[in-house]
């Protein structure tokens, strides 16, 4: 009996660890960013807290949402520098697309935080395109390609992100979908907001 009764505790102050997979974040005198699931010192901040029952919450200090600011955006600014483009375009196509969930999956198989589909994550060297960090690079590097297949020209870029390059070449520009020209509104306006901070 003592030997179940010990089981049992042991069980209740492991499974909360085993459950959960927050995120913490620490800048060194160097400027050097650390992430770790284990806070190992006052030093780290929680920057995602997971919940077993819930997606992944990115902490901001706002209510709900994607937050450019997050951990997130540090590895979008990399990716875009890697690529020569603006973060502020990047974070406007994870907000259109998923607004920061990682686990977003869409009616038509796009998946991720920038809702990347199956062949285009394959395209892009994407093993999990629910790995946030694979995901927005692969994202990004597509992004660069439709910029650069489409010369610079960001409006069409973006509606080849959501309709296809094809459909972007057949009408010459974007292309009359009621959803694709919602979207690349929301975008284009989300960009102009986000550069003006940027």
């Keep these: 009996m003592l030997y179940l009764r010990c089981l049992f505790a042991i069980s209740i102050l492991v499974l909360p660890v085993i ?16 992430f770790s699931n284990v806070k190992h010192n006052n030093k780290y901040t929680l920057y995602m807290k997971e919940t077993p029952s819930s997606s992944p919450r990115i902490i901001t200090g706002k209510k709900g949402g994607y937050d450019r600011n997050s951990w997130v955006g540090e590895y979008v600014k990399h990716y875009c520098k890697v690529h020569d483009m603006s973060p502020a375009l990047a974070h406007a196509i994870i907000k259109a697309e998923s607004d920061g969930r990682r686990t977003a999956v869409s009616s038509k198989g796009a998946q991720g935080m920038m809702q990347l589909m199956p062949f285009t994550a ?18 990004i590097k597509y992004l660069k390609e439709l910029l650069v297949s489409f010369d610079g020209n960001i409006t069409n870029a973006v509606a080849a ?12 520009g974007v292309p009359p979908y009621k959803e694709t020209r919602e979207y690349v509104k929301r975008v284009l306006r989300l960009y102009s907001q986000y550069s003006s901070v940027e």
Aim: charged share 25%.
């Design 19 to 34: 459950g959960n997979a927050d995120i913490f974040r620490y800048v060194d005198p160097e400027g050097v960013i650390h």
């Design 161 to 172: 992100y959501n309709a296809g390059p094809n459909a972007v070449r057949k009408h010459g």
């Design 122 to 139: 394959r395209q892009m060297n994407v093993k999990d395109p629910f790995d946030p960090i694979e995901n927005v690079e692969g994202g």
